[in-house]
């Protein structure tokens, strides 16, 4: 069995490696991030910064965007009470 620490830790790269991509360039709203979201959200007592996160990726401003995931990324980690590592 997976521990679940590792499964939280994997999908928190996911995010990070996708927020690191739509730093120049709008992303595609794909299956993987929206596992890893909906994985994340269920350890979460708050779900918004996972819904936001989604909405943020396809946003065209970028340093909006890049703001934004930024924020959100924030946000996310705090809610699981795990130490953004940047």
């Known amino acids: 069995m ?8 994997i999908a928190l790269r996911a995010l990070e490696e996708a927020a690191l991509r ?3 360039v709008p992303q595609e709203r794909n ?3 929206r596992l ?6 269920s350890k979460s007592p708050e779900r918004w910064p ?5 909405r943020e990726l ?5 340093k909006t965007r890049s703001a934004n995931l930024n924020r959100t990324l924030n946000a ?3 809610r699981l009470g795990i130490r953004r590592k940047l």
């Open 2 to 9: 997976v521990p679940e620490r590792y499964l939280i830790k």
């Open 31 to 33: 299956y993987a991030i």
């Open 36 to 41: 890893c979201l909906a994985y994340l959200a």
């Open 50 to 54: 996972f819904d936001e996160y989604w």
């Open 58 to 62: 396809v946003q065209e401003d970028d």
């Open 76 to 78: 996310i980690h705090l």
């Open 22 to 24: 739509a730093k120049s």
